[in-house]
Every structure is written in structure tokens, then in C-alpha cells.
């Protein structure tokens, strides 16, 4: 059973760099084929494409956050990572990591994702 778990701050302020970690469990990073993305929900909004990683080590962005975000993955913890520097209070939102075996970019529907996070709230606020 794979299980991937989000974990953060919780609370930052505007200007500062976030990152955020994505610990997979159940499978492993280097066999299992799999696209890691970022994804998330701003409160009331829907949910937002942020970026991908591969099995290889590619990324992909979103192209209105390719210049504030970075995907990274460290196979020896099992982790997907992802950093936003000089955050703003628009970036307020659930973050959540899932993973797919077909590189679908931009993708939000949940059905396109063979596994999903809990998510974790980030707050940017002063």
C-alpha cells in the first residue's frame, strides 16, 4: 500500500522561503516509475498545478510559478520536496503530493492519480 504524507510549517511569513516534504512509503521512488506532483487547493478556490517530478529526475512547472518553485527528490529518504521562495498570502492553501505513472501535465482531477496525500496547510501571513 502506498501512502505519501505532507509536511510543513503550518505558518510563515510573506517574503520568506517555504519548503515542504512529501514522504512516500510503500513503494520506492527509483522503481516504481512514478510522476510526483505538487498540487494545491487555496481556501475556496479549486485545486492548482503546480509541478512535477519524475522517476528520472525531471522537472516540470507551472508556468505562472516556474520562477518561485522547485521540485527536488532525495531517493535516499523516500521524498519528494517542494520549495516556494519569497512567499505571498496568495499562496495560503492545502498542499498535497500524489503520484502517476502517465506525466499528465497540469493535471488536478484526483482520478487521474493513482495516490494522494492528506495535504498540508500552509498560511502566509505576517
Known amino acids: 500500500q502506498v501512502q505519501l504524507q505532507e509536511s510543513g510549517p503550518g505558518l510563515v511569513k510573506p517574503s520568506q522561503t517555504v519548503s515542504l516534504t512529501c514522504t512516500v512509503s510503500?513503494?520506492?521512488?527509483?522503481?516504481?516509475?512514478?510522476?510526483w506532483a505538487w498540487i494545491r487547493q487555496p481556501p475556496g478556490k479549486g485545486l492548482e498545478w503546480m509541478g512535477v517530478i519524475s522517476y528520472s529526475g525531471s522537472t516540470y512547472y507551472s508556468p505562472s510559478l516556474k520562477h518561485r518553485t522547485y521540485i527536488a527528490r532525495d531517493t535516499s529518504k523516500n521524498q519528494v520536496t517542494l520549495q516556494i521562495v519569497s512567499v505571498i498570502p496568495e499562496d495560503t492553501a492545502v498542499y498535497y503530493c500524489?503520484?502517476?505513472?502517465?506525466?499528465?501535465?497540469?493535471?488536478?482531477?484526483?482520478?487521474?492519480?493513482?495516490?494522494w496525500g492528506q495535504g498540508t496547510q500552509v498560511t502566509v501571513s505576517s
Open positions: 500524489a503520484a502517476l505513472k502517465t506525466l499528465i501535465l497540469g493535471a488536478t482531477d484526483r482520478n487521474l492519480y493513482d495516490y
Open positions: 510503500g513503494a520506492s521512488m527509483l522503481t516504481g516509475f512514478y510522476y
